[in-house]
């Protein structure tokens, strides 16, 4: 299969594993309206993609996913709110939530640097996630006096014990990446020299172990219910 070109996502494809990269370096991969659109058609054209056996989702750079694009998310859709602002939002939702929780196969997110606000639902959205010890966390909505918006609330409450999302949350404080393992945010944290060889070690005990079909407890409902 043919893999496709995005301005801002790069996919990379060996031995079964799909790394899908958000490719914004320069800006610390925050996202913006173009990484949404380019991110959603991405996971579509994967979805059931005969190569991927597993997802790696991870940023270029070094950073993971500095949030939203403060100013071509938040302001760039001023001129024409109902539709570029809508549309942004829509695509937003949908390939950080609704395609990366159902992804056919595996998904690990592996959080390679910073991943502040927005970022955190990717990360929530997968089945797994690995950190490097450096990375850092961050829900830094709070320094703008509000508290993490759209679905970042949810994905934390549903992630984090209630005392630590809360935390979090409320204070801004940010968090590194054994921190992160420590509370349950992410499976393993390793130093950033070794992380990418030990994500592959769990892709390929994944491609061992997953049925083809159903390939996790949550797909197998979401899948199957239906
Ligand atoms: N939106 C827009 N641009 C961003 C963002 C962002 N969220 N984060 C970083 N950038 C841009 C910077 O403006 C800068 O651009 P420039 O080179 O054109 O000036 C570039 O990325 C590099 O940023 P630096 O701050 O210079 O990089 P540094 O490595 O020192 O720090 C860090 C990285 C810690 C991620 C810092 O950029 C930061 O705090 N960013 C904001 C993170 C944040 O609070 N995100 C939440 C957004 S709100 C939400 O998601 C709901």
């Known amino acids: ?33 173009q990484l949404h659109l380019d991110m959603d058609d991405a996971l579509d054209e994967l979805s059931g993609d005969p190569e991927t056996q597993v997802l790696v989702l991870t940023g270029a750079g070094e950073a993971f996913c500095a949030g939203q694009d403060i100013k071509l998310y938040f302001r760039g859709g001023d001129a024409d709110p109902k539709r570029a602002r809508g549309k942004a939002s829509r695509a937003s939702n949908q390939w950080r939530w609704q395609r990366l929780s159902t992804f056919p196969e595996p998904t690990i997110a592996m959080i390679n640097g910073y991943c502040f606000g927005g970022g955190f639902t990717q990360v929530c959205a ?5 950190a490097a010890d450096e990375a850092v966390f961050g829900l830094s909505e709070v320094n703008w006096g509000i508290l993490p918006g759209g679905i970042v609330s949810w994905n934390v409450a549903q992630t984090l014990n ?65």
């Open 1 to 33: 299969m043919t893999t496709k070109k995005y301005e801002t996502v790069l996919i990379e494809k060996q031995d079964g594993i799909t790394w899908l990269i958000m490719n914004r370096p320069d800006k610390r991969n925050a996202m913006s309206p």
């Open 126 to 130: 997968c089945d797994l996630a690995v």
């Open 162 to 226: 209630m005392r630590d999302g809360m935390y979090y949350a409320l204070t801004g404080d940010t968090f590194d990446g054994k921190k992160a393992k420590e509370i349950g945010f992410v499976n393993f944290s390793y130093p950033k020299a070794t992380l990418k060889e030990e994500t592959i070690k769990l892709a390929k005990k994944l491609m061992e172990k997953s049925p083809p079909c159903c390939a996790t407890p949550r797909k197998r409902c979401a899948r199957c219910a239906s």
